[in-house]
């Protein structure tokens, strides 16, 4: 019979042992919450703030990387550093009324 480890995660707090979870880690430290890929996203791929995780190649190297874009504050235009070959890669974001992306380019920010 095979025996499985216990979720920590999951695991209810005992009396005089702080929780492991991590938003009772945050607050013991004072930390801010870390957005998580993936949780909490809406079915367009955007978390209720108005951020989408999105995949752009590099218009110098050639690699995919995914980047997280703000698109609370609607269209816009902004250098970012390839995460692979730090190149400046101009990103031009384009908003639809309701908040929705349309439009994602990558271009050489030289």
């Known amino acids: 019979m095979r025996r499985t480890s216990p979720d920590r995660r999951s ?28 949780a909490k996203e809406t079915a367009e791929g955007s978390d209720r703030g108005g951020r989408s995780f999105q995949t752009v190649h590099c218009p110098y190297c050639g690699e995919p990387f995914e980047t997280l874009v703000d698109l609370s504050a609607g269209s816009a235009q902004y250098i970012e550093d390839c995460q692979i070959c730090c190149q400046p890669i101009e990103l031009d974001v384009q908003v639809d009324h309701a908040g929705g992306l349309t439009r994602l380019s990558a271009a050489r920010g030289d």
């Open 11 to 38: 695991a209810p707090a005992l009396p005089g042992v702080p929780a492991t979870d991590a938003a009772s880690i945050d607050a013991l430290y004072g930390l801010e919450p870390v957005f998580e890929p993936g």
